[in-house]
């Protein structure tokens, strides 16, 4: 605790390609909106969930909001989940990431000072959906949304961003589970397969 941020999970997804609710996918036999907010308890004094399925979120212990701006996808999420928070500053995550680190979460935090994002960047890429962001963005983002655009990385150009890149927090998570999310049956049983091997 006393990281002084929101944890804002999102969640609010249609879930097409995997044909059930992401977030409640069992790995390990724990769904894995109760890996996320575990982790998420032990780290933020304030647990947002931004769903349009509020009443099967119901039974957490967490703040839950459906969309201020309706079907207008991960951007609109992250618009109500910053809206909403208590803090300035929030970690945000999409609801199909089974294996937050701690330390990794703990290290972007210590990135926010004199920045509006704080973003993790892998050999694939920007992690737009594992990143802090601050009440700061709302206003570009709102403007992003009014604009017709849907990507949060559209945000990146309006405000201050710090990019980590991976070797700065490799050590913390050399394996890049952090980055994993399930979107297909597939990768479902490719995640499984790997836990099993290891």
Excluded: W
């Amino acid at each position: 605790m006393g990281l002084n941020l929101s944890g804002i999970i999102l969640s609010g997804g249609k879930s097409t390609r995997m044909g059930e609710n992401k977030a409640f996918i069992e790995i390990e036999g724990v769904p894995i909106i109760h890996r996320i907010h575990s982790v998420f308890e032990r780290l933020f004094d304030e647990i947002i969930i931004v769903t349009d399925q509020k009443e099967i979120f119901s039974g957490l212990n967490s703040k839950i909001y459906e969309d201020l701006i309706p079907n207008r996808g991960v951007l609109a999420g992250l618009y109500t989940g910053l809206f909403f928070s208590s803090f300035l500053f929030s970690f945000c995550v999409a609801c199909d990431m089974p294996f937050l680190k701690e330390a990794v979460i703990k290290f972007l935090v210590e990135n926010i000072e004199g920045y509006d994002a704080v973003v993790p960047k892998t050999k694939d890429g920007l992690q737009p959906l594992h990143a802090i962001y601050s009440k700061n963005c709302l206003e570009p983002v709102k403007k992003i949304i009014d604009e017709g655009r849907f990507r949060i990385i559209d945000l990146f150009s309006l405000v201050r961003v710090k990019i980590v890149e991976e070797q700065e927090f490799f050590s913390l998570d050399p394996m890049r589970e952090s980055f994993i999310n399930v979107n297909t049956p597939e990768e479902l049983c490719l995640i499984k397969e790997r836990k099993q091997s290891i």
